[in-house]
């Protein structure tokens, strides 16, 4: 029996042994994988900067690949000499700052409403809303919308013209509709209307939602560009995307250019470009470990149910 009861003991342990290294293994392989995902998300990051910061000659020629080029900080020189250059970047923050707080204030009050299961046509209201994630009248008879109301070149159609995105909304209702009824069954019996159970129960009870969903509309705003360059004719008002744009479209990236290119050459279009779009991605790299702590909690509302 000893002799048996051994044998079991050693057999365990031996399959107990192959099942930790089995685990390392796999979480090897997991950090690995993580590891590789990681360095493809940031390479053409990386790449831009080390490109802007490079001769322009040998990144014409691809010889830039992972390390700067005889390092110049020239092309940042010439970008933040672009004309509207600030004007642009002021409006990409005031932009995203005054979108944000008016997709906020529109998306938490909708997504506060449709909550609620005593409200009349509820069920229609959330079905026409819903709706208009599959379906719209597309982008000729937006923009003849807009221009129907006299709301081409004005900051008001930027701000107000996309006030709501469905998909943050619903994000929105749905952690709304987490919140335990007995808080505000508490508030109402104490006499809170719905505009303080709004601001002071369920506003406090949402910061993850309400980061995820303003991170996700601050990105939105911060690269937007396809509606503000066709409803702004000012190069005044518009943002700093549309001028990267602009500045992309009108590039004379031909034989003729290559060809004045040489290895003396401090700049080029290519690299200012380059050091423009390290320029503009510094807010959003600045402003998301801000709201990183919020984001995985924010991502998972609604996974569970009950």
């Given at each position: 029996?000893?002799?048996?009861?051994?044998?079991?003991?050693?057999?365990?342990?031996?399959?107990?042994?192959?099942?930790?290294?089995?685990?390392?293994?796999?979480?090897?392989?997991?950090?690995?994988?993580?590891?590789?995902?990681?360095?493809?998300?940031?390479?053409?990051?990386?790449?831009?900067?080390?490109?802007?910061?490079?001769?322009?000659?040998?990144?014409?020629?691809?010889?830039?690949?992972?390390?700067?080029?005889?390092?110049?900080?020239?092309?940042?020189?010439?970008?933040?000499?672009?004309?509207?250059?600030?004007?642009?970047?002021?409006?990409?923050?005031?932009?995203?700052?005054?979108?944000?707080?008016?997709?906020?204030?529109?998306?938490?009050?909708?997504?506060?409403?449709?909550?609620?299961?005593?409200?009349?046509?509820?069920?229609?209201?959330?079905?026409?809303?819903?709706?208009?994630?599959?379906?719209?009248?597309?982008?000729?008879?937006?923009?003849?919308?807009?221009?129907?109301?006299?709301?081409?070149?004005?900051?008001?159609?930027?701000?107000?013209?996309?006030?709501?995105?469905?998909?943050?909304?619903?994000?929105?209702?749905?952690?709304?509709?987490?919140?335990?009824?007995?808080?505000?069954?508490?508030?109402?019996?104490?006499?809170?209307?719905?505009?303080?159970?709004?601001?002071?129960?369920?506003?406090?009870?949402?910061?993850?939602?309400?980061?995820?969903?303003?991170?996700?509309?601050?990105?939105?705003?911060?690269?937007?560009?396809?509606?503000?360059?066709?409803?702004?004719?000012?190069?005044?008002?518009?943002?700093?995307?549309?001028?990267?744009?602009?500045?992309?479209?009108?590039?004379?990236?031909?034989?003729?250019?290559?060809?004045i290119i040489t290895s003396a050459s401090?700049?080029?279009?290519?690299?200012?470009?380059?050091?423009?779009?390290?320029?503009?991605?510094?807010p959003m790299v600045i402003a998301y470990?801000?709201?990183?702590?919020?984001?995985?909690?924010?991502?998972?509302?609604?996974?569970?149910?009950?």
């Open positions: 029996m000893k002799v048996f009861s051994n044998k079991i003991k050693g057999s365990v342990g031996s399959s107990a042994r192959i099942e930790g290294t089995g685990e390392k293994i796999f979480d090897i392989v997991l950090n690995l994988i993580g590891l590789l995902l990681i360095a493809v998300c940031l390479y053409p990051i990386y790449y831009v900067f080390i490109a802007s910061i490079s001769r322009p000659l040998y990144v014409e020629n691809g010889q830039v690949m992972f390390k700067a080029v005889l390092p110049t900080w020239q092309s940042y020189r010439e970008a933040f000499q672009t004309p509207y250059l600030w004007s642009s970047y002021g409006n990409s923050i005031f932009y995203t700052l005054f979108g944000v707080l008016v997709n906020m204030v529109f998306s938490s009050t909708m997504a506060y409403a449709l909550s609620k299961q005593r409200l009349l046509g509820r069920k229609a209201f959330t079905l026409f809303t819903v709706f208009t994630m599959w379906f719209s009248a597309g982008v000729i008879p937006l923009y003849m919308t807009f221009r129907d109301y006299g709301l081409i070149n004005t900051r008001t159609a930027i701000l107000f013209g996309f006030a709501i995105s469905t998909y943050n909304m619903i994000i929105l209702k749905s952690f709304f509709e987490q919140v335990p009824g007995s808080l505000e069954e508490a508030a109402f019996i104490d006499g809170a209307n719905d505009f303080r159970i709004f601001a002071q129960i369920y506003l406090p009870l949402s910061k993850p939602a309400l980061a995820t969903v303003g991170l996700f509309y601050a990105v939105n705003r911060w690269n937007g560009y396809f509606w503000p360059m066709n409803l702004l004719t000012d190069d005044s008002k518009v943002p700093l995307q549309v001028l990267m744009k602009k500045l992309l479209v009108d590039r004379t990236a031909n034989e003729m250019e290559s060809a401090l700049t080029s279009q290519t690299t200012v470009i380059y050091a423009l779009i390290i320029i503009a991605i510094i470990p801000f709201v990183q702590k919020y984001f995985k909690s924010g991502l998972t509302i609604g996974a569970n149910k009950g």
